[in-house]
T-cell receptor, first 113, second 113 residues
């Protein structure tokens, strides 16, 4: 069965610092991977997805993620944090059969001035 | 933004009463999903639909039923609400599966007293 582990329920950074949110997955099939962002009192919004076309995936708002098969990782990064990046971030893997997603428990990103 | 609405957006109900949440889409997407979001658990799949009258159970389906009589509507019913079903419920839609992302609605906050 597919699973997703997000290391750190909360990550704190200063404005302008590097953002690194970790995601490790397990999958019995070649994975399709997703990062979503959730702002307070809103639904989830897609940041980026990996569908095997390229290992480095660029998303919205300056975020990117690198797929590393040997490490079964799909970490999310942004070179310089902005106050508006404060939100909860979810990593997800598509399950075998591809009909459903399994989500990680989420990482809350806190950005301080 | 994908055309997804959820109703009601907020509901308070008493233990033992039936509750129906509605998800409506204007995208004509085949796949529809119901999730619940609870602190520390991320998003967990309740039920999903892969076509009109075609549904399947997710990870946390006990106490919930669904129906889809039209492409655009997916209903989630709590037959007899319990306090453990207090949660935020999200609907999502997807055009297809392999490598396709899900788009999320704004959510329904349900409180069972």
């Amino acid at each position: 069965a597919q699973s997703v582990t997000q290391l750190g329920s909360h990550v704190s950074v200063s404005e302008g610092a590097l953002v690194l949110l970790r995601c490790n997955y397990s999958s019995s099939v070649p994975p399709y991977l997703f990062w979503y962002v959730q702002y307070p009192n809103q639904g989830l919004q897609l940041l980026l997805k990996y569908t095997s076309a390229a290992t480095l995936v660029k998303g919205i708002n300056g975020f990117e993620a690198e797929f590393k098969k040997s490490e079964t990782s799909f970490h999310l990064t942004k070179p310089s944090a902005h106050m508006s990046d404060a939100a909860e971030y979810f990593c997800a893997v598509q399950n075998s059969g591809y009909s459903t997603l399994t989500f990680g428990k989420g990482t809350m990103l806190l950005v301080s001035p | 933004d994908a055309g997804i609405t959820q109703s009601p957006r907020h509901k308070v109900t008493e233990t033992g009463t039936p509750v129906t949440l509605r998800c409506h889409q204007t995208e004509n997407h085949r796949y529809m999903y119901w999730y619940r979001q609870d602190p520390g658990h991320g998003l967990r799949l309740i039920h999903y639909s892969y076509g009109v009258k075609d549904t399947d159970k997710g990870e946390v389906s006990d106490g919930y039923s669904v129906s889809r009589s039209k492409t655009e509507d997916f209903l989630l019913t709590l037959e007899s609400a319990t306090s453990s079903q207090t949660s935020v419920y999200f609907c999502a839609i997807s055009e297809s599966i392999k490598g396709y992302e899900q788009y999320f609605g704004p959510g329904t906050r349900l409180t069972v007293t």
